[in-house]
């Protein structure tokens, strides 16, 4: 009988769902293999090898095997469990809906590598650098939608071509910045930006991404740009999230 053939691959635990008995299924974001569903057999048991590793939100190396269409955990030793995270429950919210996120955009069949360094790079964020929140869910989103198509066209006004748009704002569902006077007609829903708010947008689409989270903001212009990234990701995706209604709960 040949023998089982191994994958090792590192990713993250973006979803567990509880099985039978001490099982879980995994939902789980590598650079190599994308998105792929992994059965971890006793991950609920205390003596588990592999327990640590099968947590939301732990980065890990696995060893894996298929058999018919699903994968099998047979190793695993963690990379990294983003503890900062574990002792907020607003930074442990966030991070869910981060990876609820990721998991909207992500399928099967694409090249996951660029969300999983994305991911990755926001849990660190916000569990070892302790940025702001409110900054890395902006950011975060943004960059997101911007990684997986939806980039909008943030340059200049798409209507009279003002590189400093006059009260500037950005049509969330068509995806394209604009003076407050251009293109009325035309435009859907539009969320008010400022010249500091849309000067970080610009940094995030167009920026370094490794200082992705490199910068700051004044209250009134945090509070723009994160009414325009949620806005955008919202309209872009059509559906809302569960996790952003915990996280916003915490807020309230």
């Not at 689409?205 to 490199?214: A, E």
Request: aromatic share 10%; proline share 4%; with cysteine.
């Amino acid at each position: 009988m040949a023998e089982t053939p191994y994958i090792v691959t590192k990713g993250i635990v973006l979803r567990e769902t509880e099985t039978k008995e001490a099982d879980k299924i995994l939902t789980l974001l590598t650079g190599d293999q994308g998105k792929i569903s992994v059965i971890a057999r006793g991950a609920r048991r205390k003596g588990c090898k592999y327990a640590a590793c099968a947590q939301p939100l732990v980065y890990s190396e696995w060893t894996l095997y298929k058999k018919g269409d699903w994968y099998y955990a047979n190793e695993g030793s963690t990379i990294e469990l983003f503890n900062g995270l574990r002792k907020d429950i607003e930074a442990m919210a966030l991070g869910f809906y981060l990876a609820e996120l990721t998991e909207a955009v992500s399928s099967d069949e694409m090249e996951t590598g660029e969300l999983l360094r994305h991911l990755l790079n926001g849990l660190y964020a916000i569990a070892v650098l302790q940025k702001p929140l409110s900054l890395v869910k902006a950011a975060f989103e943004m960059k997101l939608l911007c990684l997986a198509g939806y980039e909008p066209l943030a340059d200049s006004c798409a209507y009279c071509g003002n590189p400093e748009p006059e009260q500037p704002l950005l049509d969330v569902v068509q995806g394209v910045l604009r003076c407050r006077s251009c293109g009325v007609q035309e435009s859907a829903l539009s969320m008010p930006l400022c010249g500091e708010s849309l000067k970080a947008l610009r940094y995030i689409i167009y920026g370094d991404p490794k200082r992705q989270y490199s910068f700051s903001l004044g209250q009134d212009a945090m509070k723009r740009l994160s009414g325009a990234a949620e806005a955008f990701t919202a309209a872009q995706l059509e559906r809302g999230f569960s996790t952003l209604d915990f996280y916003k709960s915490l807020q309230s």
